[in-house]
């Protein structure tokens, strides 16, 4: 991979991280507690409860994805970045960014 490209990733992976800021920000947002003290009926905030463990459950998404693309950003100087790690052979940039988690080429991983 040569330096061309991994500017290009570095950028993509800023861009993405950048993203996923904002999408945890949001979901801390809306998973906030529901005050006892809000008047609301039994039925609203039992699905007020199920919305916010959905919520919850993204957020925790979105942050494991926030780790796995600052991990990449943090290798992407390393000897070996965007090789596969079972055969060698280099991994797509879109994959890269995509599925920052893998080490592994779309082949291997399955």
Not at 61 to 88: H, M, P, T, W, Y
Request: proline share 5%; hydrophobic share 40%; net charge positive.
């Amino acid at each position: 991979m040569n330096a061309d490209e991994k500017e290009n990733i570095r950028l993509m992976l800023h861009q993405k991280i950048a993203k996923s800021q904002k999408k945890i920000i949001a979901y801390q947002e809306m998973a906030q507690p529901i005050k006892p003290e809000n008047s609301i009926g039994r039925l609203s905030r039992m699905d007020a409860i199920n919305n916010k463990s959905v919520v919850e459950a993204a957020l925790r998404r979105a942050q494991a994805n926030l780790a796995a693309l600052k991990a990449s950003l943090d290798q992407i100087d390393q000897e070996g970045f965007g090789l596969c790690k079972k055969c060698s052979r280099p991994i797509p940039a879109g994959r890269i960014v995509l599925t920052p988690e893998s080490p592994y080429c779309v082949h291997c991983a399955n």
